[in-house]
């Protein structure tokens, strides 16, 4: 048992016999063992102490009778031994301390109302680390507050004038906005049930991931969890994660991960915002949830291969998907079906035919559906427009303007085949200048308070101002910021990822970042030829709706019998103002860059008959 | 009592009493002083050319008034450069372009 910092000589007389190593002694043992007390003895002779670790009287060389230890002094020089064991004491505690709440009987803040029926609790769980701000008949507002990310979810159970009240009192709690991540459940969103329930489904993620990083593997499996959000805190370290497992001498290998994500089979409702900046993401799936919405930013995953989002409440797919697409042409995988897609109806047609008005005619009758069509390469099949709705102009809000054509994203089931034909807007009124309140939700966006704005919207009906702020929250989550961005120029298809840097959605036409769409359309892409000849893999639709097991076989099986509406998409494309609209048909607009030189026809099917 | 000739110019008064005359053109950009300023619906702001925005204090609606003529500036420009928003302000505004829809 010698400690290895202590001056040990090899006893010259070790038997072999002992399985300890005997510790030196300076006189023989028997001499050793009568004596009782060597320190009466050597106090006299011993010299004095010269180090700080001698001063004490039996430390000399000849007093050797023992394994000591040596001293160490994990202290200061001007503090003393208790000091420094108390320092030392709290510098070790595990959990950091938390800030305790406590009611200040000066400050008047905590003084209850008179409509206030209810007591104000503050006990927590140590546990889970809930904290119960305020139980009140009327609702409850709890505080959930890890190392990293503080939830506060207000639940009010007794009408909405409830609601501004428990809203001040969660606000109070959050004082310091820098930690504050955010409301994960806001108020005006659906609660979770169950809060530390939630709370122990993301800290079991949490564990994965972090077992992930230790192991060097890149394959999160989390399917059928019953997540309804991941935090971005939780897939905050998947960034880091290096691919170091198969490095080989005197061979060179990318430290650039391979990661693979599985989340299908949860409860998301929409995409977790972190996903989007995961650069080295190469498979996702996030097949069997319920996400009715892909943010453009998913053009941020350049090296996505494989992708799953089968089996959700998808109606349309960010036009930015076809860039991935397209580059990941050979490799890729992209299984998008089955969804509620919108589909063209009527049908598009098998063959194009020629050109007979320019799309979107004014005239109002012969409207709207025009199809491009190119030829395939050799090299495979290169996806074509095949229809485009009208282009809808919305509000400020961005909701359609009434007797206007409908934005495709508001309308359950999207028929062209309207009897009385949609408004325009006149090109005079069309201006470039962003609104007042699009230029608000974007100061707001780069403010570092967006989280809490919502709360701090005076009393009264503003939900959809408060809708508004948590749009713009989560496309400032899920904006990706690119290192190799190369300003506003650059085609999709050629330059992945060309975007100027984490807007999270780029208008259509101009490439500027916006909040609120003025412009929407639609326009269906056939991304997979024929099976056998496609690159991209597509479980292919049922041909007849007797076959049809889909969630989305009901109601669509009318126009949905050709053949040719396999593998044909529907892509949102938005502006940013009213004056960004396609120009007509040939022309190349930003974000797409029409492949190469292919006849391009237009047709306008007469609609109505 | 209704002028035959509208003015030019009108008027918007804050909550806090001050009154910033503003061409029409301008003020008609905000959806809401559109219609008050509407000379079909006989309100009293058409009539007297004066609007009072009873939710909006002095330096909001200097703010919003900078908007309402930026926006006219504009209205056919290319390539138009954001307003600059103060971000304390951002809020307050966000519900006065709200209560005027522009």
């Known amino acids: ?609 | 009592m209704a002028p035959s000739e509208p003015s030019h110019y009108v008027t918007l008064i804050s909550n806090d009493g001050f009154e910033f005359i503003v061409q029409r053109d301008a003020a008609c950009v905000a959806g809401t002083i559109r219609k008050m300023l509407d000379p079909q619906s006989r309100f009293v702001e058409a009539m007297t050319g004066r609007c009072h925005l009873s939710t909006l204090n002095a330096a909001i609606l200097e703010k919003v008034i900078e908007y309402l003529y930026y926006n006219l500036k504009h209205r056919d420009a290319k390539d138009v450069p954001d307003m600059e928003i103060p971000a304390d302000m951002c809020l307050e505004l966000l519900l006065a372009a709200d209560y005027l829809d522009v």
């Not at chain 1, 900046?277 to 190469?282: A, D, K, T, V, Y």
């Not at chain 1, 009527?346 to 069509?373: D, E, I, M, Q, T």
């Not at chain 1, 650059?490 to 101009?510: D, H, M, N, V």
């Open chain 1, 1 to 609: 048992m010698a400690t290895p910092s202590s001056p040990i000589q090899e006893p010259p007389f070790t038997s072999f016999e002992e399985t300890e190593p005997r510790l030196p002694m300076i006189f023989p043992s028997a001499q050793a063992a009568a004596i009782e007390d060597l320190d009466a003895i050597f106090a006299i002779s011993s010299d004095p102490p010269l180090f700080s670790s001698d001063d004490f009287p039996a430390s000399s060389a000849e007093h050797y009778a023992q394994p000591r230890r040596k001293r160490q002094h994990r202290r200061t020089w001007f503090e003393d031994e208790e000091q420094g064991l108390k320092r030392t004491r709290v510098s070790q505690g595990s959990k950091p301390r938390r800030r305790k709440f406590s009611r200040n009987f000066d400050s008047g803040i905590w003084l209850g109302s008179d409509e206030s029926i209810g007591t104000e609790i503050s006990g927590k769980d140590e546990a889970d680390d809930i904290e119960r701000v305020c139980a009140m008949p009327e609702g409850t507002v709890d505080v959930l507050e890890n190392e990293d990310t503080k939830v506060v979810v207000i639940s009010v159970k007794k009408g909405p004038e409830w609601e501004s009240h428990l809203r001040a009192k969660a606000l109070r709690t959050i004082d310091d906005p820098e930690d504050f991540n955010g409301p994960i459940w806001p108020y005006w969103q659906t609660q979770p049930t169950d809060l530390r329930h939630a709370n122990r489904v993301q800290q079991t993620v949490a564990q994965k991931v972090g077992n992930l990083m230790f192991n060097g593997q890149d394959t999160i499996d989390l399917n059928g969890h019953g997540l309804a959000e991941l935090r971005s805190a939780t897939l905050r370290p998947l960034h880091s994660i290096m691919n170091t497992h198969n490095l080989r001498p005197n061979s060179y290998v990318s430290f650039a991960p391979r990661l693979k994500l599985y989340l299908s089979s949860n409860n998301f409702t929409f995409v977790p915002d972190e996903i989007y900046r995961l650069q080295f993401l190469h498979v996702l799936s996030l097949r069997s949830n319920s996400i009715s919405e892909i943010l453009p930013s998913i053009s941020a995953l350049t090296n996505l291969e494989e992708l799953n989002v089968g089996c959700n409440s998808l109606r349309y797919l960010p036009f930015e998907l076809l860039a991935l697409i397209k580059s990941a042409r050979d490799q890729g995988r992209f299984n998008l079906f089955p969804n509620p897609f919108m589909r063209p109806h009527p049908p598009v047609p098998k063959k194009p035919c020629r050109a007979v008005s320019p799309l979107l005619g004014a005239n109002g009758r012969r409207l709207a559906l025009a199809a491009v069509h190119h030829r395939c390469t050799s090299r495979g099949f290169t996806p074509y427009r095949v229809a485009t709705t009208p282009i809808a102009f919305l509000d400020i809000y961005g909701i359609s303007l009434p007797h206007h054509a409908p934005a495709p994203s508001e309308c359950t089931s999207y028929t062209l085949s309207t009897a009385t034909p949609p408004l325009t807007l006149s090109p005079d009124t069309r201006t470039e200048t962003p609104s007042l309140l699009e230029l608000c939700l974007l100061t707001a966006k780069h403010s570092p308070n967006l989280a809490q704005s919502p709360f701090l919207l005076p009393d009264g009906p503003k939900s959809h101002l408060a809708r508004l702020l948590q749009r713009t929250w989560h496309i400032k989550q899920a904006g990706c910021k690119l290192a190799s961005s190369d300003g506003s120029g650059g085609g999709l298809p050629t330059a992945r990822g060309s975007y100027a840097s984490g807007e999270g959605q780029y208008c259509a036409i101009c490439g500027k970042g916006f909040v609120i769409p003025r412009t929407e359309w639609v326009e269906w892409w056939r991304i997979s030829g024929p099976a056998g000849k496609s690159a991209i893999l597509f479980p292919h639709l049922p041909r007849r709706a007797s076959v049809s097991d889909d969630e989305d076989g009901e109601g669509k099986d009318e126009g949905h019998d050709d053949v040719e509406d396999d593998g044909v998409v529907p892509l949102i494309r938005r502006g940013c103002s009213w004056a960004c609209v396609p120009e007509m048909e040939g022309k190349v607009v930003r974000g797409w860059v029409a492949p190469t030189t292919t006849t391009m026809t237009s047709v306008v099917k007469e609609v109505g008959e």
